[in-house]
């Protein structure tokens, strides 16, 4: 299998990262524009020549990698805030997508959610955790009993998903 990420953030050939909860092994390629391709259990790290062989090569890879994750995630879990909107009585009224270190996501007074990046590298019933999660914040603003109790009805198996969470932070890695 694969090797994980080292955390020189070097993102080498044989490296992986996770992608919707599955590991993606890391390849390279020269082509005249830089981008990320994903194929079946791989993401293919494309440079131009001049900066495969630069100093800064790891950092460009690291940038192309992060700026891809952020396309995937604002793509995708903008959809599945719909999907669960649709089934929940909760609405939000906006919704943001920032890398942040420790926080999986908010849902402020105004109902203003926000998403981190880093699910996207989770499996999708964690994603799904998580935005139920923050949904049924716009009821319950605090993690009181009675929102515990909001959260169980929508995702019976949150206490499973919340674990895996914490037990595999570290592995959510994107490099910063």
Request: aromatic content about 10%.
């Amino acid at each position: 299998p694969p090797s994980p990420p080292r955390a020189n953030h070097q993102l080498d050939a044989g490296d992986s990262l996770l992608f919707l909860g599955q590991p993606q092994a890391i390849s390279h390629s020269t082509a005249e524009q830089p981008g990320v391709v994903q194929r079946e259990g791989d993401l293919l790290l494309e440079l131009p020549a001049a900066y495969q062989d630069s100093d800064k090569a790891s950092q460009y890879r690291l940038q192309l990698v992060l700026d891809w994750y952020q396309r995937q995630a604002e793509s995708y879990l903008p959809e599945r805030l719909r999907s669960w909107e649709a089934r929940l009585p909760y609405q939000s009224s906006a919704l943001k997508i920032r890398y942040y270190k420790s926080r999986w996501g908010s849902c402020d007074h105004k109902r203003r959610m926000t998403l981190n990046t880093r699910l996207m590298l989770a499996p999708p019933a964690v994603i799904d955790y998580v935005i139920i999660h923050e949904l049924c914040h716009i009821r319950e603003m605090n993690h009181s009993p009675a929102f515990w109790q909001e959260v169980a009805r929508y995702c019976p198996e949150y206490k499973q998903l919340r674990g895996w969470l914490r037990s595999n932070r570290s592995d959510l890695w994107l490099g910063l």
